[in-house]
């Protein structure tokens, strides 16, 4: 019901962005943003968008990474810029409200040094 895509392998510095397609009701949930795992590690929050208004990230993408939604084409994305190594993971979308959580199937995100 998340379908998301844009992975790909990219080098330091580059940029890539994500999109994730989904129906409107989806999109409309209270929260609706990105995760990450890297191998080895646990799932991270990446950035969410709260009340269709209210952008969150976190500490590692501030001022590099940047999430919005569109409405009319029922896509949320992620702009990725000034990529590093440490970027590299699975992204997945999410959204979610009360019990409701729903997770697309990952894309996978590259940055070589």
């Known amino acids: 019901q998340l379908q998301a895509s844009g992975g790909g392998l990219v080098q330091a510095g580059g940029s890539l962005r994500l999109s994730c397609a989904a129906n409107r009701r989806i999109l409309g949930l209270n929260v609706v943003g990105w995760y990450r795992q890297a191998p080895g590690k646990q799932r991270e929050l990446v950035a969410d968008?709260?009340?269709?208004?209210?952008?969150n990230y976190a500490d590692s993408v501030k001022g590099r990474f940047t999430i919005s939604r569109d409405i009319e084409k029922n896509t949320v994305y992620l702009q990725m810029n000034s990529l590093e190594p440490e970027d590299t993971a699975v992204y997945y979308c999410?959204?979610?409200?009360?019990?409701?959580?729903?997770w697309g199937q990952g894309t996978q995100v590259t940055v070589s040094s």
């Open positions: 999410t959204a979610r409200q009360g019990n409701l959580n729903y």
């Open positions: 968008i709260r009340s269709g208004r209210y952008s």
